[in-house]
């Protein structure tokens, strides 16, 4: 797992963001409405923006309009990748998000196929095919919508998360693409968060799911087995509680870039 460094600006719009929702969260707990997961989950959308896709924008908010740490993270990491003649499957959530890393390597003279509902299926698979599959192409950049399931890609050396899904069955079935029966050589799964971020709570999550899944199916021993399951709920009152953490953090920053200035 790669975790990269808060930019102070990024910081700053993200947790806007998340005080948004542990707002609207917290009103809805007082009260004792019924938790709507669905809505809950529209509303952390924002979040999820926020950390992830800041060049979106957040309405009410604002945007970010500079590449973010965790995107250089994602595009040093592939132009490494790229330079030791492998090939990457990168997953994200939003198209926006792979347009705007495929334009940055295709800048630094990386070649790669972005792979999402935005292109129409004919093109973005047989661009696939012939550039990644049998191509120079060393990076396959995908939605996890496009590119999770039905593709066999065992040329793949690596496979990239650049963010994270609520739902472990999704990161399985996207790292699947490249663990087919005729692969050679071990793949190598890379996580790429922004610490104390709503990655970190995804993580949980997945985890925990991972691990109900691999003990129900078939029959291994829970990996957290001395934890707790977690609730959807119990997940978010956390995420709500901690945002404090991250605002020290911003807080401590900006005291460093006052010095800094002096």
Known sequence: MVEAEWDPAHLSLYLRTADEFANWYRDIR??????????????????????????????????????????R???????????????????????????????????????TVPFHGGIPIMK??????????????????????????????????????????????????AMRRALRWNRKGQLKVVYFHLPGSIDTYQDQMVAHKRDAMEAGLDWATPELD??????????????VEDLALLHGREARDHRELLKEAA
């Open 30 to 71: 007082k009260d004792g409405r019924p938790n709507n997961l669905i809505a809950i989950l529209a509303r952390i959308r924002a979040v999820h923006f926020a950390a992830n896709y800041p060049q979106h924008g957040v309405e009410g908010i604002g945007m970010l309009a500079l590449i973010t740490s965790k995107q």
């Open 73 to 111: 993270a994602v595009i040093e990491r592939l132009e490494l990748i790229a330079a030791e003649d492998k090939q990457a499957i990168l997953f994200a959530e939003n198209p926006g998000v792979i347009n705007l890393i495929a334009s940055q390597l295709k800048a630094r003279g990386v070649e």
């Open 124 to 173: 973005r698979v047989a661009d696939k095919d012939k550039r990644f599959v049998a191509g120079n192409a060393t990076g396959l950049l995908c939605t996890k919508a496009s590119g999770r399931a039905g593709y066999n890609l065992p040329n793949a050396d690596y496979v990239l998360f650049y963010d994270r899904s609520w739902t472990w069955r999704i990161e399985y079935q």
């Open 226 to 239: 001395d934890e707790a399951f977690l609730h959807m709920d119990t997940l978010l009152d956390e995420f």
